[in-house]
């Protein structure tokens, strides 16, 4: 039998709103599925008794998860923080660890944080019109600064890639992005330490 052919496919990023005009999956999280990731954890319990409310949202458009496809989607991280510390993704490494991402930023202000295995770490600017280039081997969180405006950022990686969350679920990102006197500062994360120290 002949294999069905793929077709080409176009869809919209729309200007200004920053949302895609087709998608076909939308995940959304709320500030329960960041247990234990918020430095601040009586601020965080305090807020979730108040309301499990949505920290962000992601629209993917759907491909098979193999090598060779691309995923593309809009992320998009709502303003407001826990304590301190700006709303933020939960954040992963690849599971194929040797997997690269792209980040184009659409609207916001924010961050994204990284780091490797071995514990180097990055911290970048996310701002309208910039790419960010995410390296093999680079767990990645996008951090929303702005105190009223959506984090809006299209994104790209392999179809193999696959999400694994468990390694930053343990003691989360070596820096946390959080407002001091009005302005964004990265702090070091005094939960964390050396992968060779954790065993
Ligand atoms: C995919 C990727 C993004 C994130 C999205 C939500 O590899 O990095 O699509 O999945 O920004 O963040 P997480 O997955 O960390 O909850
Ligand atoms: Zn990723």
């Known amino acids: 039998m002949k294999k069905k052919q793929d077709i080409p496919f176009t869809f919209g990023v729309n200007i200004p709103d920053a949302t895609l005009d087709k998608y076909d999956n939308h995940i959304i999280r709320t500030l329960s599925s960041m247990q234990g990731q918020y430095f601040d954890t009586e601020s965080y319990e ?3 008794l108040e309301d499990d409310q949505v920290l962000y ?8 998860e193999i090598a060779g496809e691309l995923l593309t989607g809009l992320s998009v991280v709502h303003p407001g923080k826990v304590g301190d510390e700006f709303f933020m993704t939960k954040g992963h490494f690849h599971t194929v660890l040797e997997t690269a991402e ?4 659409l609207q916001g202000e924010g961050y994204m944080v990284m780091e490797t295995p071995e514990g180097d770490w990055a911290v970048e600017e996310l701002r309208p ?3 960010l280039y995410v390296p093999p081997r680079w767990a990645h969180r996008s951090v929303n600064s702005s105190a009223d405006e959506d984090l809006v950022t299209f994104f790209v990686y392999p179809g193999h890639a696959g999400h694994d969350y468990g390694t930053i679920e343990e003691q989360g ?13 990265i702090i070091d994360n005094p939960r964390w330490r050396h992968q060779e120290e954790r065993k």
Not at 57 to 64: A, D, Q, S
Not at 102 to 105: A, E, H, S
């Open 173 to 185: 990102f070596r820096n946390l992005v959080v407002e001091k006197n009005g302005r964004s500062k």
């Open 46 to 48: 305090a807020m979730l």
């Open 102 to 105: 792209v980040y184009y930023c």
């Open 129 to 131: 019109g910039r790419v």
């Open 57 to 64: 949202e992601v629209f993917e458009i759907k491909r098979p």
